[in-house]
């Protein structure tokens, strides 16, 4: 009888919580995040040996809140090496929590193929009572060596559910179900040990993106501008005299702009600086609203969360710098 071959899933392994160690199996705060190695995660859920053939590589050991683009680049040269690998069916990345959406929206747009790209974190770390990490790494194994999964763009699996990148944020900074997709809700699950996708995501990715396949090791500097009471323009000014291409303006409601703002955001408009309006509020759509927005040459974020709408104006900004494209990119990705 001929023995049926396994997948063969590469995990990259960058750090955070699901590598995380404390003195205690109870200390579930204050532990030190990247500590362990990708070894030890894949020695602690023997039960993947049974799914696939797994190999381990480090490219980081960071707590995710030190997230820095050189990561990003080192992740998407590596997986679009994968990519054109043929011994390999499949990446899993673990990532610390606090940052993954970002890292993911990244490759989500940068990774030039088919293959499933899955992202998994903890919120528990590797030594703590009922550590979520195992099952997280277990569980995006297991998509990632699933044929439905391929073509999906990047994959979020935490807790039992797979999110579209696109989409997926952290809604919780202390629950195991800590992530969620807005406004779409998750395109998959993980149960009974079997990987279910019955969704997904309609704008551009990996494939399709522009952005795609290219390696990149710097991007144009972009800063968030979150809107309060008493908002005026000094935040803005730094970004600007910091040397910003864009800003990114998390406005209140539908993307509002507070008018002790708008005559800077206005100004940086018109001297070239582009200026996307986001919202504050986890979920809705930004639209063109009010005409004299419109006329002063911002740009409407649509539904990306505003950490995800610096990413696309960066990668945006290395290909157009006009506004009508800029639109084009936020209304297809
Ligand atoms: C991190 O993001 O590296 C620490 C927190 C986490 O992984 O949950």
Known sequence: MQLKKLPQIKILATGGTIAGSAASAGQLTGYTAGSLGVESLIDAVPQLREIASVSGEQLANIDSCNLTSALWFKLAARCNKLMADDSVDGIVIT????????????????VNGTKPVVITGAMRPATAISADGPLDLLNA???????AACGKGALVVMNDIILAARYATKTSAFKVEAFQAQPYGQIGTVAGGRVFIEAECLKYHTTQSVFSGKSYNKLPRVDIIYTHCDEDDVLINA??????????YAGSGMGSVHSGAYQALKQAAQNGVAVVRSTRISEGRVLPANPEWDAAGFISGGNLNP?????????????TAEQQKLQQFFDEY
């Open 307 to 319: 950490q995800k709408a610096r990413i696309l104006l960066q990668l945006a900004l290395t290909v």
């Open 141 to 147: 194994v297991k998509t990632a060596a699933c044929p």
């Open 95 to 110: 990532h610390g929590t606090d940052t993954l959406e970002e890292t993911a929206y990244f490759l989500n747009l940068t």
């Open 239 to 248: 970004a600007v005299n910091a040397g910003a291409r864009g800003i990114v």
